[in-house]
């Protein structure tokens, strides 16, 4: 018999904490109650799940996923994030794969290292991840007279009515993920 325990496979054998087991829980109760999404959930499962605050009384769900299992997630993602935010009422989720990153070598004798594998590829494919369906159109870094950086992304303007709102979640996550502020807006339309 299948159990939510099922869902969630966590790296080199580690037991999942009880707010895994409870995303695990409704990915499962949503697999067995859900018609749609029944086929598409059958053979998915995540790696951790997390519970951040992003402002005062906002909070947000980070679900890792393995990455490859990242497409199937896509194809269902817009679906999946609208049932679990019904089942966490009032907390956003954002769906990211897991990545690794490799140090540098930095002996004479190193193996190349993959661009896939690079903390700038990785923070990149986390920005896709974050954002996933809108696209980026845009990239600014912006240098502060205090010398910090702040990264503006701008994305498609035409998925503003399904993620205004979760603007803010966006960038309080990837602060939480990697440390870098980010900003996400939209370009200023022209008018003709």
């Known amino acids: 018999m299948f159990t939510a325990r099922k869902k969630i496979q966590k790296e080199r054998g580690l037991e999942p904490d009880e707010f895994e087991e409870n995303v695990a ?3 499962f109760d949503l697999e067995a109650t859900n018609q749609e999404l029944k086929v598409d959930l059958r053979d998915l499962f995540i790696n951790s799940a997390k519970e951040i605050d992003i402002s005062t009384g906002r909070k947000a769900i980070i679900i890792q996923v393995p990455f490859r299992l990242l497409k199937a997630f896509h194809k ?6 609208r ?16 990545r690794r990153i490799m140090k540098p070598q930095t002996t004479g004798l190193s ?13 990149t494919a986390l920005l896709e991840d974050l954002v996933y369906p809108t696209e980026i159109v845009g990239k600014r870094t912006r240098y502060r007279t205090d010398g910090s950086k702040v990264l503006k992304v701008y994305l498609d ?4 009515n399904t993620t205004e709102y979760k603007l803010e979640t966006f960038g309080g996550v990837y602060k939480k993920l990697t440390g870098k502020e980010v900003v996400f807006e939209y370009p200023v339309q022209e008018a003709s």
């Open 83 to 98: 049932e679990l935010e019904k089942k966490f009422s009032g907390k956003d989720v954002v769906v990211v794969a897991n």
């Open 111 to 123: 193996n190349a290292r993959p661009r896939s594998r690079t903390l700038t590829a990785v923070h």
């Open 157 to 160: 303007p035409k998925e503003r």
């Open 25 to 27: 829980q409704a990915l």
């Open 76 to 81: 269902i993602q817009q679906r999946l994030v």
